[in-house]
């Protein structure tokens, strides 16, 4: 083939990057060494709810990327979610100030450049950081998410599956970690054996390992993370009374101490976007964009039922309207499964300093199409800000490779002020729905012997027998003793004489009616179906009658759409 002239390559990259629709401006193709402006290098609106990758060796300006995509969505109307790892985000809610090495920059790529801040919403898991806490239930994230947090195998995590259902179908309301450590202290207690028994395939060991485990999240103070009220994830398609795109900015600052934690919730919020939007097939522009930052996290020891669960979300979640965006350190990091869902690409620099970094680079380098560089040498030799792309065009076909310089956003690429913050965070109108965290009654006061039926022992219609020697004192008294005696951990549980908590018995009156048989046959068969299958199946658990009249409905994950508030 003869090699083409520098001509020929920009007219190849400026063919491939006319578009008809609206566009996100990436940069300005380097061709031959040199910036070209008149070779634009964009992403077409309409096509990134196909997800991308946004890779490269650290320091190499991935969060830069992010942030000015952010803000070319929000611009467009396009709702954004972003994981603000090390604090660096916050600085879309503030204007940038030109500088003469910006204005330099931004006039060498034909970019007009102008100062501006952008609406922005500071959330914090469980409010751990500065935000507007986001919390879920127990029961939403469900048993396939947690037996991820809690590192459970295969077998534990289908034991895991199994009681849920067992929770599910006797109504009792998962909503924090003590709900879920009551259910299965009741499961292994002698009450509870005939239970137990009848779930089948769980045994009391493994209830006990499983139960240990969960002790362990509660001593590591996940439990503010689980709760009420659970954090409606409709709130990330907002959108601001100028009608740009809410950029909702997640803090992490723990995310070094619990890494698992992190990047597991952020699955739960898409699957739970994907459980409760309806179908949107191909539109104009996205609902939103979900960056998926430090993506490895997400894989790095993830069972099969996880890997399949987010396969299957990633696959679906497009017709919705929703792009996802995985942002890592090499393409290797994401399953071929899900890499091969990923349309557009925004590949940083790599680097080549170990025999298994020249093979990622190999591998990286094989997923691009046939291009007129050097890939190999390009992908070593880029420097920061720099970029090797290639997206879908609005055919549905890959545009040429190029390697572009990308744009520089128009914000403040760091932290805002913590004065900005903190007034934007009084203002925000998720404040008053989501600031303060509510106990109400759950699986644990229904499960102390006080909460459920009269001292005879009989069970409350639909509730398992009360167990008549299980109340709140011996729950925390068997969690404390793990906690001191097999975690080694100083515990805080309530001492022996703490009152536990009353609740009056529901009036028969008020007792939901019986489901219709038909009803009754279905949502058992289909609770048993999804308790024991698992996998990545969708479950198609119902659980009908509860206390709150709504369906329960089980996901990819295992995840529940019904919401308390």
Not at 165 to 178: M, P, S
Not at 335 to 352: D, E, I, K, S, T
């Amino acid at each position: 083939m003869a090699k083409k002239s520098t001509a020929e390559k920009i007219a190849t990259i400026q063919q491939g990057y006319t578009l008809d629709g609206a566009t996100i401006e990436l940069g300005a193709a380097i061709v031959d060494g040199e910036v070209h402006k008149e070779a634009q290098v964009r992403l077409p609106l309409s096509m990134m709810n196909r997800h991308g990758l946004v890779a490269g060796a650290t320091g190499t300006g991935k969060t830069v990327t992010l942030h000015m995509m952010a803000e070319q969505l929000s611009t467009a109307g396009v709702p954004v979610f972003l994981a603000d790892i090390k604090g660096d985000l916050s600085g879309l809610a503030t204007a940038a100030t030109a500088t003469e090495k910006l204005t330099a920059r931004t006039a060498s790529l034909g970019q007009q450049w102008v100062g501006k801040a952008f609406p922005v919403e500071f959330l914090s898991l469980g409010g751990d950081g500065n935000g507007v806490p986001v919390r879920a239930t127990i029961t939403s994230f469900g048993p396939i998410l947690l037996s991820r947090i809690m590192e459970l195998n295969d077998t534990q995590e289908s034991s895991l599956q199994l009681i849920f259902h067992f929770a599910d179908q006797r109504k009792l309301e998962l909503i924090d970690l003590k709900d879920l450590r009551a259910v299965i202290q009741f499961l292994t207690s002698d009450e509870g054996k005939a239970e137990l028994e009848d779930l089948g395939g769980l045994s009391k060991a493994t209830a006990g390992v499983i139960l240990r485990e969960l002790v362990n999240l509660e001593a590591q103070g996940m439990e503010k993370f689980f709760g009420e009220p659970e954090f409606d994830t409709a709130e990330l398609l907002r959108t601001a009374p100028d009608s740009r795109g809410v950029i909702s900015c997640l803090e992490l600052p723990t995310l070094q101490t619990k890494p698992m934690l992190f990047s597991t919730f952020l699955m739960w919020l898409l699957a739970d976007l994907f459980e409760n939007l309806p179908e949107a097939g191909d539109l104009d522009k996205p609902k939103l964009v979900f960056f998926l930052d430090e993506a490895h996290l997400l894989f790095t020891g993830a069972s099969k039922a996880f890997l399949e669960a987010i396969t299957t979300t990633v696959r679906l979640i497009r017709s919705k309207g929703v792009g996802i965006f995985f942002v890592t350190q090499t393409p290797k990091d994401v399953p071929v499964a899900v890499l091969g869902q990923l349309a557009n690409r925004v590949q940083h620099a790599l680097r080549a300093f170990t025999p298994e970094d020249a093979k990622a680079l190999k591998a990286t380098v094989s997923t691009f199409p046939v291009s007129d560089y050097d890939l190999e040498e390009t992908l070593t030799s880029a420097g920061i800000g720099e970029a090797v792309i290639t997206v879908m065009n609005e055919r549905g076909a890959p545009t040429p490779v190029a390697l572009t310089k990308l744009r520089a956003p128009e914000s403040v690429m760091g932290p805002s002020t913590d004065e900005l913050i903190g007034s934007t965070i009084a203002a925000s109108p998720l404040l008053p729905k989501y600031g303060t965290a509510v106990d109400n009654i759950s699986a644990y006061e229904k499960l102390s012997g006080k909460a459920t039926a009269p001292a005879t022992g009989e069970a409350a219609p639909g509730q398992p027998p009360v167990p008549a020697s299980l109340d709140l004192r011996a729950v925390d008294a068997d969690a404390r003793r793990i906690e001191e005696e097999i975690l080694g951990r100083p515990s805080n549980r309530p001492l022996p004489g703490s009152a536990p908590v009353e609740w009056p018995p529901a009036s028969p009156a008020n007792a939901p009616a019986p489901a219709p048989q038909q009803d009754r046959m279905m949502g058992d068969l289909a609770g048993v179906l999804g308790g024991a299958l698992g996998g990545g199946i969708k479950s198609m658990a119902r659980s009908f009658g509860t206390q709150l009249g709504r369906e329960l409905l089980r996901g990819v994950f295992g995840t529940s759409s019904r919401r308390r508030r």
